[in-house]
């Protein structure tokens, strides 16, 4: 498994200024990293770390108020010291973001829709009983034969 590119890598950092020195730490630690051009939240990937009350990197990161892995209090799910301290980790995904938090397992899988979309009784092609045609329809065409042999239903008690 190759990681996604960190376009980051790309477009914001050059000869002194590395992720490594700009990124460990919050938007205030290295803040003459991004005078210029990007900020800490277009370049880092730990930028979303520090998006809540009381998050920063004094209060989460400091390893030797709180030890090796910094305050055990900020970290859970992806927010762990290696990725929003150290910056070790690429940044989440959007979708990431969008489904934190929620059980996925619960979403409408693709061959769920896939077999709704065949037999589904809201807006299965299949549901109606009968093979759907237009008024122009043309008898004995390979679409017409396509459809036939696509409609398992209708073949299964001669076919077992």
């Known amino acids: 498994f190759e990681p996604p590119l960190d376009i980051s890598n790309v477009v914001c ?18 803040a003459e990293c991004f005078k210029d051009s990007f900020s800490y939240a277009e370049c880092c990937p730990n930028a979303d770390c520090w ?8 209060a ?12 055990q209090h900020c970290w859970g799910g992806v927010y762990t010291y290696e990725h929003c301290c150290l910056a ?25 829709f896939y077999t709704d979309a065949q037999y589904g009784d809201d807006f299965g092609y299949y549901s109606t009983g009968r ?15 396509a459809h036939f042999t696509t409609y398992p239903m209708a073949l299964s008690p001669h076919f077992g």
Do not use: H
């Open 13 to 30: 950092w050059g000869g002194d200024w590395t992720k490594e020195r700009c990124c460990q730490g919050d938007a205030t630690t290295q």
């Open 51 to 58: 998006d809540g009350p009381g998050l920063s990197y004094a």
């Open 60 to 71: 989460c990161c400091d390893i030797e108020r709180f030890g090796p892995e910094g305050n």
């Open 88 to 112: 070790k980790r690429p940044g989440q995904s959007w979708v990431d973001v969008l489904t934190a938090g929620w059980d996925t397992s619960e979403f409408y899988s693709m061959d769920e």
């Open 131 to 145: 093979v759907l045609q237009g008024k122009e329809a043309k008898q004995n065409t390979a679409q017409q034969f």
